[in-house]
């Protein structure tokens, strides 16, 4: 194997001999990754080519089996799916919601402790940062206050690869202390899509057990381009001019007519851009720039040192003439009303209904929005009137 003999491609090969494993690697994979670890300043580095999809499902299955876990409401939709792996119960932190924009604000050390004295048995905190937005939370307080309770902390960093590359962007997660951090290469790094990192500091995890999951939920035919192309990328980041990506950003901000997100939070990915305005995706799409997400008020574009002048010269034209009128989105999130454990729920029988026929009962899958993959109801979840804003489809119930 491959099939094609090398006639796709000369680097898509499987574990012949000088190729190293994977699953157990001892060579040249296990260099790639020592080499990666010492540029990340981590303990141990794996590589994932389930993208961070598979590393939080790892970083959960390794340390909250059957047990409980403290959650950033926010998290991807792979937290969840984690959780009913390991037959885990979340104890979700909502973050406070930006009055204009709608985003959340982060998640913060006093929420964090209170969540731990209320759940004291928890095994692990999850939190997303930065979120698709570039929002960051305080990580290096978090991990303060879980580490005075031995509790590890796990960080979904798929969208901050590149802060261990320039200090003026956000602390890298690992150097904040947190025991496991996620990275999607693919995101902002200049990689193949699906390549991902996962990295581990501290005496609180594992390693083993870690490996032994990721390997669980990955390939056993894992793409060698896809690996290669993991530790070019990180290889290739540390050549990057992320100080001339910020103040590119920066300008494309200032000459904006358009709104903007950009502070008031504890810190923000300066080259990630947020704009808001009423129907700005068709605004973009008009302009032929191809924008990252639409979540219906507010445009995210993820700018990298691999875009070229024009891309902003484009950009900064787009933003700069622009009248279009805002468009807040005051809707916030309730909280959840929780009936059972996702895995139960996910586990029984179910029946879909219209989102109005779905009032009070119980939700059986994850109802979320593609992207940015955020749930707006998890499985064991009550449907209630005040979230059926959120979904304009059918619901997945349990049956009774």
Known sequence: MPGHKGKISFYDIT??????????????????????A????????????????????????????????????????SAING??????????????????????????????????????????????SPTYYGVCSNIKGICEIAHNHGIPVIVDAAHGAHFAFDEKLPECSIEAGADIVVHSTHKTLNCLTQGALAHISGNIIDCNSFKKHLNMVQTTSPSYLLMQSVEQSVYDAKKCDYKKLIDICEEVREKSKIKTLCDGFYDYDKTR???????????????????????????????TPYNKNRDFKRLINAVADCTLEPSPNNKVLPNADVFMAPYEAYNMETVRLPKKEATGKICAEIIYKFPPCMPVLCPGEIVTEDVLDYIDEYILCIKN
Request: net charge neutral; charged share 15%.
């Open 15 to 36: 574990e012949i001999d000088g190729a190293d494993n994977l699953a157990c690697p001892k060579q040249e994979i296990l260099t790639a990754q020592n080499n990666i």
């Open 38 to 77: 010492d540029i990340y300043k981590s303990k141990n580095s794996f590589i994932s080519v389930n993208g961070s999809t598979g590393a939080v499902l790892a970083s959960i299955l390794s340390t909250c089996k059957n047990g409980e876990i403290i959650m950033d409401r926010q998290c991807h939709i």
């Open 83 to 128: 959780v009913i792996l390991s037959r885990a119960v979340p104890h979700f932190i909502y973050p406070k919601i930006h009055s204009f924009f709608g985003v959340g604000m982060g998640i913060t050390p006093n929420q964090v402790q209170e969540a731990i004295n209320k759940y004291p048995n928890s095994k692990a905190v999850l939190i997303t």
């Open 273 to 303: 851009l947020v704009f808001n305005g009423k129907n700005i995706d068709l605004h973009f799409a008009k302009k032929n720039i191809i924008i990252e997400m639409y979540d219906g008020y507010n445009a995210v574009l993820i700018p």
